[in-house]
T-cell receptor, first 113, second 115 residues
């Protein structure tokens, strides 16, 4: 079984540019989560999808961040325009049902310069 | 405002000895706790969890203890092995038997097990 896959693994962009991160959850997993770890800080929740619906988006930092999950399969997280403080590692996770212990991907390291 | 605190950034132990990783929390609404392990360039991997109705949960070499009155939990690894060297994250949720699966993480503790 393929794990949670995230693209790209690294991205370096200039301040003000747009970046789109992609997450492919494990096949059949209805629940998809986005988390972020800023350098030296804790991993923070961004949002939770159940299929294509946003169950909880209380962790989204501001309206520069847009998450979508059309068709309930893969998800994208767009940052537009990117700011320096958006740098960090963005993790995606998925689970087949609403439960703890979900499976994380390896993350996308975003650097905004 | 950090609700889950791991006050030791790092811990070093000898192979075969016990590793004890500590975690404190401030939010009294937290009722489900997890430990994740993370190797470099990988995502966190679920290790073990405990509900607030219990005070201990054991899985092989890993045991998690919960002290609700002190708002403290710990992860014991016995015996420690070099392959256990990783960053360990404590996480908590205000689950309340509902649909809240959002996790609040600590900053992590780097465990190094020396051969």
């Amino acid at each position: 079984e393929a794990g949670v896959t995230q693209f790209p693994s690294h991205s370096v962009i200039e301040k003000g540019q747009t970046v789109t991160l992609r997450c492919d959850p494990i096949s059949g997993h209805d629940n998809l989560y986005w988390y972020r770890r800023v350098m030296g800080k804790e991993i923070k929740f961004l949002l939770h999808f159940v299929k294509e619906s946003k169950q909880d988006e209380s962790g989204m930092p501001n309206n520069r961040f847009l998450a979508e999950r059309t068709g309930g399969t893969y998800s994208t997280l767009k940052v537009q325009p990117a700011e320096l403080e958006d740098s960090g590692v963005y993790f995606c996770a998925s689970s087949p049902r609403q439960e703890f212990g979900y499976t994380f991907g390896s993350g996308t390291r975003l650097t905004v310069v | 405002d950090q609700q889950v605190k791991q006050n030791s950034p790092s811990l070093s132990v000898q192979e075969g000895r016990i590793s004890i990783l500590n975690c404190d929390y401030t939010n009294s609404m937290f009722d489900y706790f997890l430990w994740y392990k993370k190797y470099p360039a990988e995502g966190p991997t679920f290790l073990i969890s405990i509900s607030s109705i219990k005070d201990k949960n054991e899985d092989g070499r890993f045991t998690v203890f919960l002290n609700k009155s002190a708002k403290h939990l710990s992860l014991h690894i016995v015996p420690s092995q070099p392959g256990d060297s990783a960053v360990y994250f404590c996480a908590a949720s205000a689950y309340s038997g509902g649909s809240n699966y959002k996790l609040t993480f600590g900053k992590g503790t780097l465990l190094t097990v020396n051969p």
